[in-house]
């Protein structure tokens, strides 16, 4: 358990509702949820294709002593998500906390080897996902007097490295959409933030470790300020403290989780 999450009592405002997580069956989504759920969150995360990673994380989650409710979800699919969305707080009453850490698969290259067709889908399943996701909660979050929305963006937004386009530039999009949702929704007591990982054992970070040499990654370890590759609890908790009301007067911020990385 992590330190930020030892006590569930610091976080009251977790135990009415439910946190939706959407992309918690991901290395990144499966420590949010369990980190949520040991601070008393009721926790339910969807999964795309991943129906076993996301019932071990419901079985991490249900050990803290709370709900954990999976669905299968295309975030693309504009009826399903507000289904999804629907039905929670048919369920529970209202939905607390939101968090996008889900994206489609993506793979590494110049701009100049990137195909429309491939950059059409990133997009898609990225921007139009994570705006899918915001439009069917946001009716619910003003009812019910507010919420917290965080969206896992990416390090990269600071300084793009090459061949990271397709992660870089749908995530600058996210980060600009919650910078206008914390404007334009703070009045009906909505915030919105983004916690912005860099190079991660977990996640898409992992599968850039595995798919890099070892001099590469070797060399991005060491221009790491504090020397290390972030891990999945480093991420989860300060999503938990964004969602939280320790974070109560913080909206439309970028915090870069990424050791200092995002400095060099």
Known sequence: MTALTNSAQHYPEFTDGVALVAGGSGGLGAAICTTLA????????????RRENAERVAEDV???GVDAVISPLDLEDVAATQTVVDDLVRQYGRIH?????????????????????????VIGGDVNGCFNLMSAVLPHLRAQGGGAIVAVTTAALWHVPPNDILSAAPKAAIQTLMQGLALEEGRHGIRANCAAPGLF???????????????YVDKMTKAIPLRRRGEADDIADVVCFLLSNKARYVTGESIAVAGGLQLA
């Open 38 to 49: 040991a601070a008393g969150a009721n926790v339910a995360l969807t999964y795309r294709s």
């Open 62 to 64: 249900r050990r803290h």
């Open 97 to 121: 906390s939101v968090v996008y850490a889900a994206g489609p698969p993506l793979e590494f290259g110049r701009i100049s080897s990137i195909a429309p067709a491939e950059w059409a889908r």
């Open 201 to 215: 054992a977990a996640g898409l970070g992992l599968t850039t470790i595995n798919d890099s040499s070892q001099e």
